[in-house]
């Protein structure tokens, strides 16, 4: 089977590339695909387009199929190893089997929220970085939103200031199809997301991001947002003031149903024109 590599041989590319040749051999459509793996076929397109991580089931369905044992487990394996900032490192097992997701963002749409398109585009700025380079770390950060959509998912607590809805990034098309994203995320019953207005003016916040994974132990490892990509926090004391400014800043958001209001508004006014 001839597939497009990337320099490490990593990447949504490499699955979606095999997933969409082995079905144009079989004769299916997507949805005909769907169909006999067990899922929508608009997942498939989603797969074959690199902007879903396909999940370890639909890769082991794939296999069975196609009668390739173990090459799509393969790589599907390899995805959930992909590249990772060496000072996040240490925080993604944390962030994948929490029980609890407090983030609060004063600057970006967090990366577990982020539309492929959105991330790209901000993953584009990093210096020094390779197309591939790009297309490896865009994988690993699509790969991390599985956790919101595994069989038990966190609960996620989202705090984002305003200039975050305004910020552009990349496109106008980019920025609105992430607010709608964003407004679509905010109905998940796992999820909430509060917005703190321009009205509120300065807050404890703006001093940087982070993000709270709190385990089923009611333990808590914390992750500070900086230009040196970031540190992972596991001192006890500090990991508390990480969370009362979390609770300070609860204090200034919109309620939940208002903020979503905040987003559709300034998708619609900000990144469509519309007035």
Known sequence: ???????????LSLFADMLR?????AG??????????????????????????????????????????????????RLRDLPFPASYRPFVPYERTARV?????????????QTPEYARAVLS?????????IENLLAARLARQETLTREEPPLLYALLDEAVLNRPIGSADVMHGQ??????????????????????????GLLGAFVIAEADDMSSVAFLENAADGQTVEDTDRVAQIVACFDALRGDTLTVAASRDLILKVAEERWTGKN
Do not use: C
């Open 21 to 25: 040749e082995a079905r144009h051999k």
């Open 101 to 113: 997701l407090r983030i609060f963002e004063h600057v970006l749409i967090p990366g577990l929220l």
């Open 1 to 11: 089977m001839a597939v497009r590599r990337n320099r490490d041989g990593q990447g």
């Open 179 to 204: 607010l709608m994203h964003l407004a679509d995320l905010a109905t998940w019953r796992n999820i909430s997301i509060q917005v703190i207005p321009y009205d509120a003016g300065g807050h404890i």
């Open 28 to 77: 299916l459509s997507s949805d005909d695909l769907g169909d006999k793996l067990g899922y929508a076929g608009a997942t498939i397109r989603s797969v074959e387009s690199g902007h879903r991580v396909p999940k370890p089931d639909l890769a082991k369905r794939a296999d069975e199929f196609f009668g390739y044992p173990g090459f799509f487990e393969m790589v599907e394996a």
């Open 125 to 133: 700025k990093k210096p020094h970085t390779t197309e591939d380079e």
